[in-house]
């Protein structure tokens, strides 16, 4: 295969800053435009800011002067590490994009390594889509970064299975044994933890079967803290929010599904396994500006970010009287910050020990955030992922390369994990109606 000449772009980096070892034996051009940019993103605690400094670590730790001449090799059976400093436009990339923007001096790097430094199969990597449309434009190559993305988006947009014909006398045990009962009459259908529905006979039973004991049991409709499921994907959302041998969970779905409201609910009914629980969601700023451009101070800021998660603690509360003690409890952990909702980035850098941590929003997550978020879990802290990924908002991610797709296409077979796909709406029918048809 003919080797290959990458040209970066900033925001491939911000995404991943260990991009440049996912080339395999071509080589790779890091336009010095690109070093500018990030250097304004060194300062600052979001995981963007920790991109843009391991990135400038790696380069210190290769540096040498060949890294601006000729190149650097990054290794056995890996190609060159080069920085391009001339970013001279030529007389159709001045015709085409007169004004000298960084996007523009990036293409014109790539345009200039192929016409004028005549290398075969430059190709510009970015993840912004106009970017690559200009570069088409230009009769230059160019791609997304493809290196996290997800090839098989079943397992997110999958309704609940059914499985037909099961034994009638597998149901009756299902509904009447104390202990789980063997999981063999399944095999073959399912992967890891799943939850199903088995029907056999004009009877069924909303089932779940655990990958560990290789065993499945009947999942009943439980209440948690005044919210009762209402339909299956539900009841089996709060059973994994609820069962302690899954620390790691996700609900897909679309709005008004109860992904937020059930796992808040889930937590609240465990308050008492958990020291704290954290309910956060990412911030993508308005028009890619951060939120210092909003009018206010900290909390005015932050409002419109985290007004969706005190609307879903709302709901849960009306649903007691205010005298009673669980409209009081909620009331005493938010006083005494044992129930925290914030904005993702507040909440970095804090402790996940025996933590019940909620992400919403997860779709608008980079793989390597979500990863992040993850390992930093302690002991005895469970993590809920919710998010829809067909309403992303972070201009660089799409339904294959944003964290939740990649976390459930990673952890779809491990034991610990669970997810559910919500389909129904329960909002109210108008929503339901809105969501469908818009």
Same mark, same amino acid.
């Given at each position: 295969?003919?080797?290959?000449?990458?040209?970066?772009?900033?925001?491939?980096?911000?995404?991943?800053?260990?991009?440049?070892?996912?080339?395999?034996?071509?080589?790779?051009?890091?336009?010095?435009?690109?070093?500018? /940019?990030?250097?304004?993103?060194?300062?600052?605690?979001?995981?963007?800011?920790?991109? =843009?400094?391991?990135?400038?670590?790696?380069?210190?730790? %290769?540096?040498?002067d060949?890294?601006?001449?000729?190149?650097? !090799?990054?290794?056995?059976? +890996?190609?060159?590490?080069?920085? /391009?400093?001339n970013?001279i436009?030529?007389?159709? *990339?001045?015709?085409?994009?007169?004004? $000298?923007?960084?996007?523009?001096?990036?293409?014109?790097i790539?345009?200039?390594?192929?016409?004028?430094?005549?290398?075969?199969?430059?190709?510009?990597?970015?993840?912004?889509?106009?970017?690559?449309?200009?570069?088409?434009? *230009?009769?230059? *190559?160019?791609?997304?970064? @493809? !290196?996290?993305?997800?090839?098989?988006?079943?397992?997110?947009n @999958? &309704?609940?299975?059914?499985? &037909?014909?099961?034994?009638?006398k597998?149901?009756?045990?299902?509904?009447?044994?104390?202990?789980?009962?063997?999981?063999?009459?399944?095999?073959?259908?399912?992967?890891?933890?799943?939850?199903?529905?088995? +029907?056999?006979?004009?009877?069924? =039973?909303?089932?779940?079967?655990?990958?560990?004991?290789k065993?499945?049991?009947?999942?009943? +409709?439980? +209440?948690?803290?005044?919210?009762e499921?209402?339909?299956?994907?539900? =009841?089996?959302?709060?059973?994994?929010?609820?069962n302690p041998?899954?620390?790691?969970?996700?609900?897909?779905?679309?709005?008004?599904t109860?992904?937020?409201?059930? =796992?808040?609910?889930?937590?609240?009914?465990? &308050?008492?396994?958990?020291?704290?629980?954290?309910?956060?969601?990412?911030?993508? #700023?308005l028009?890619? @500006?951060?939120?210092?451009?909003?009018?206010?101070?900290?909390?005015?800021?932050?409002?419109?970010?985290?007004?969706?998660?005190?609307?879903n603690?709302?709901?849960?509360?009306?649903?007691?009287?205010?005298?009673?003690?669980e409209?009081?409890?909620?009331? /005493?952990?938010?006083?005494?910050? @044992?129930?925290?909702?914030?904005?993702?980035?507040?909440?970095?850098?804090?402790?996940?020990?025996?933590?019940?941590? %909620?992400?919403?929003?997860?779709?608008?997550?980079? #793989?390597?955030?979500?990863?992040?978020?993850?390992?930093?879990?302690? &002991?005895?802290?469970?993590?809920?992922?919710t998010?829809? %990924?067909?309403?992303?908002?972070?201009?660089?991610?799409?339904?294959?390369?944003?964290?939740? $797709?990649?976390?459930?296409?990673? *952890?779809?077979?491990?034991?610990?994990?669970?997810?559910?796909?919500?389909?129904?709406?329960?909002? !109210?029918?108008?929503? /339901?109606?809105?969501?469908?048809?818009?």
């Amino acid at each position: 295969m003919a080797k290959k000449t990458f040209v970066l772009d900033t925001n491939v980096i911000l995404h991943d800053f260990n991009c440049i070892h996912n080339f395999d034996d071509n080589d790779i051009v890091i336009p010095i435009v690109v070093l500018e /940019e990030l250097d304004d993103f060194k300062k600052g605690n979001d995981l963007i800011n920790l991109h =843009a400094r391991e990135f400038a670590r790696q380069l210190d730790k %290769i540096s040498g002067d060949s890294l601006f001449n000729g190149g650097v !090799s990054l290794g056995k059976n +890996k190609g060159k590490l080069r920085i /391009e400093i001339n970013t001279i436009f030529s007389e159709k *990339m001045k015709t085409a994009f007169p004004r $000298s923007t960084p996007d523009h001096r990036i293409l014109a790097i790539a345009d200039r390594l192929l016409d004028e430094e005549k290398i075969p199969n430059v190709i510009l990597v970015s993840k912004d889509i106009n970017l690559r449309m200009k570069a088409k434009s *230009m009769g230059v *190559m160019a791609e997304d970064y @493809k !290196s996290d993305n997800v090839e098989d988006l079943d397992t997110l947009n @999958k &309704e609940v299975l059914i499985v &037909e014909n099961v034994d009638p006398k597998i149901i009756d045990q299902l509904y009447h044994s104390s202990a789980p009962i063997s999981s063999d009459f399944l095999e073959g259908k399912v992967v890891g933890n799943d939850f199903i529905i088995v +029907k056999g006979n004009g009877s069924s =039973a909303l089932t779940f079967v655990d990958a560990a004991t290789k065993t499945c049991r009947r999942v009943d +409709k439980t +209440k948690a803290y005044g919210i009762e499921p209402k339909n299956a994907e539900q =009841a089996f959302s709060l059973d994994a929010l609820l069962n302690p041998n899954i620390p790691l969970v996700s609900l897909t779905g679309k709005a008004g599904t109860g992904k937020t409201l059930l =796992a808040l609910a889930a937590a609240l009914q465990q &308050e008492r396994h958990f020291e704290q629980i954290y309910l956060a969601r990412p911030i993508v #700023p308005l028009s890619n @500006k951060d939120i210092g451009f909003l009018p206010g101070d900290v909390n005015e800021k932050i409002a419109p970010y985290t007004l969706p998660l005190f609307d879903n603690l709302a709901v849960i509360k009306h649903k007691f009287n205010p005298q009673s003690s669980e409209y009081r409890r909620i009331e /005493e952990l938010s006083k005494q910050e @044992k129930l925290v909702i914030a904005p993702l980035a507040f909440i970095r850098g804090r402790s996940l020990s025996n933590t019940f941590f %909620i992400i919403d929003e997860a779709q608008n997550l980079t #793989p390597h955030e979500i990863k992040t978020i993850i390992t930093r879990a302690g &002991e005895g802290t469970k993590i809920v992922f919710t998010g829809d %990924i067909h309403q992303i908002d972070h201009p660089y991610l799409n339904l294959k390369s944003n964290g939740l $797709s990649y976390l459930n296409d990673r *952890m779809k077979e491990q034991e610990i994990f669970a997810h559910v796909n919500l389909v129904k709406g329960e909002r !109210s029918a108008l929503a /339901e109606l809105a969501s469908n048809v818009l």
